[in-house]
């Protein structure tokens, strides 16, 4: 069955950085475009990143951009988020979703909490 499982959350300090990974299996990770998708406390899920089958073309949610970066290894079956500049508000549970802009499949999530 198709499973996807985010790691890399924790607590850092505002402006620092994290790296968070998704592994998917069940599927055949190389022809979906894949995003990932936040959730902050007591609100709703916001999108934050896409990118592209090959990881030709990337896209962002503008409260992102310049801080944020999505890649992916097809030949690892793996998604990754760098994250850099961490604000508070970025605290959140982030999710790794098969899709672009509607989502067949989501990860648990993982927690990244930006504070001092």
């Known amino acids: 069955q198709v499973q996807l499982l985010e790691s890399g959350g924790g607590l850092v300090q505002p402006g620092g950085s994290l790296r968070l990974s998704c592994a998917a299996s069940?599927?055949?990770?190389?022809?979906?475009?894949m995003s990932w998708v936040r959730q902050a406390p007591g609100k709703g899920p916001e999108w934050v990143l896409a990118i592209s089958t090959d990881g030709g073309s990337t896209y962002y949610a503008d409260f992102v951009k310049g801080r944020f970066t999505i890649s992916r290894d097809n030949a690892k079956n793996t998604l990754y988020l760098q994250m850099n500049s961490l604000k508070p508000e970025d605290t959140a549970l982030y999710y790794c979703?098969?899709?672009?802009?509607?989502?067949?499949?989501w990860g648990q999530g993982t927690l990244v909490t930006v504070s001092s």
């Open positions: 069940g599927f055949t990770f190389s022809s979906y475009s």
């Open positions: 979703a098969r899709g672009r802009r509607t989502f067949d499949a």
